[in-house]
Structure formats: C-alpha cells, structure tokens
T-cell receptor, first 116, second 111 residues
Framework: DAMVIQNPRYQVTQFGKPVTLSCSQT?????MYWYQQKSSQAPKLLFH???????NEADTPDNFQSRRPNTSFCFLDIRSPGLGDAAMYLC???????????????FGPGTRLTVL | GQQLNQSPQSMFIQEGEDVSMNCTSS?????WLWYKQEPGEGPVLLIA?????ELTSNGRLTAQFGITRKDSFLNISASIPSDVGIYFC???????????FGAGTQVVVTP
C-alpha cells in the first residue's frame, strides 16, 4: 500500500546531541512537510519542500534543519536538541499541481522524540 | 495570522449518541479538512470539503463547508467506542496547501 513511513517511531536522545528523523513516501507526492506536535496541541508546521525547493516557516528555530535528497525521502535534523524539543514529529505529503485541484495532506504515523 | 476556533474542546458521550463539533474562522478558507488522531499516531484524513455549501458523508461521518466559507462542522452519528480520539479541523487558503489547524476536539465514548 502506498503510504508515508516514519522511522524510528520512538527516538530518545540526550540534551545537545544531534538527532535525525526520517520520512519516506511511496505516494510520489511532490510536496513534503514536517510538523511538530506537542501534547494536547495541534500540529505546527516547521517547513516544507516543494520538489527541491525548501520553504522555512518564519518562526521555526535555526536548530531545525531538513534535507530532501530525492522525491521519496525527507529528513529532519535537530542540531542541538533541548528539553523543549521533546514532541511528536509528523511528516506529511501532498501532490500540488499549479492550476490543478488542491490535494489533501497525508500524514505519517509520527516519531515520538524524548530528550533526556 | 488566521485563527481557527474549534469547539467543543472535549466531549464525553455514551455509545450510540451523535456527536457534533465545529470550526469557525474570521477569515475565508477555500478548503476544509477534518482529521482524526488516535494516541501515538499521525492524523488520518476523514473528509475533505472544497466548495462552499458542500455536504459530504463518509460512513457515519458527515461534514459541511459553511456557505460563508468561514466555518465547517463535523457530525458523527451513532458513536461507537472506536470513535475515540482527537478530531482536528484544518482550513487552507494557499494553493500549495499550507493548513491552519484548529485546537482539536477530544471525543471519549463510554459503553
């Protein structure tokens, strides 16, 4: 089945130790998104890729970076995790066509990050 | 930025009852989406609405895109225990797909 896959599902890191979360998709969607979701809150968009074009949200800290080496994969790098970065990180994808129908975002299952 | 007001914040209902929740905004959206999120999982898309006045059903779920384009509601009929979760509305104005989320409605269904 076509889907959005996130690995690992649970990640534990130490304060200040870089960590990378991964997302892959078999939907062949051209847009990929990274969201941060804290407990009892709505997902908060960090950034997105439209093909290879990276689009950062204005309030996303510099501590968060992303890479998209190809259509299928996208990575979230947290350079120096702080205790406040503990959250669920959600990857989502959609297909955007200029002038075409607007398409829904499909989410992966998320990675729960714990910072010790 | 645009603010989405989702209500109620939580609902405790008995199995078999109907559930209704809504989202309102001071701004116009051109798409409304409803997602369900279960603990430890990502949001799952339930219903997408693209036109003002549109009424769409998905099984026991029914959602409507308000005629003013500033609101949407979701109804769940004859609730069952597996309806438990957090339901999020999301509105979209940008053509590339940035979503504005509501705060969520937590639904608890008791037997």
């Amino acid at each position: 089945d076509a889907m959005v896959i996130q690995n690992p599902r649970y990640q534990v890191t130490q304060f200040g130790k870089p960590v990378t979360l991964s997302c892959s998709q078999t939907l062949n969607h051209n847009v990929m998104y990274w969201y941060q979701q804290k407990s009892s809150q709505a997902p908060k968009l960090l950034f997105h890729y439209y093909d290879k074009d990276f689009n950062n949200e204005a309030d996303t800290p510099d501590n968060f970076q992303s890479r998209r080496p190809n259509t299928s994969f996208c990575f979230l790098d947290i350079r120096s995790p702080g205790l406040g970065d503990a959250a669920m990180y959600l990857c989502a994808t959609s297909r955007y066509q200029s002038g075409g129908p607007l398409n829904e975002q499909f989410f992966g299952p998320g990675t729960r990050l714990t910072v010790l | 930025g645009q603010q989405l007001n989702q209500s109620p914040q939580s609902m405790f209902i008995q199995e078999g009852e109907d559930v209704s929740m809504n989202c309102t905004s001071s701004s116009i959206f051109n798409t409304w989406l409803w997602y369900k999120q279960e603990p430890g999982e990502g949001p799952v898309l339930l219903i997408a609405l693209y036109k003002a006045g549109e009424l769409t059903s998905n099984g026991r779920l029914t959602a409507q895109f308000g005629i003013t384009r500033k609101d949407s509601f979701l109804n769940i009929s004859a609730s069952i225990p597996s309806d438990v979760g957090i339901y999020f509305c999301a509105g979209r104005t940008d053509s590339w797909g940035k979503l504005q989320f509501g705060a969520g409605t937590q639904v608890v269904v008791t037997p």
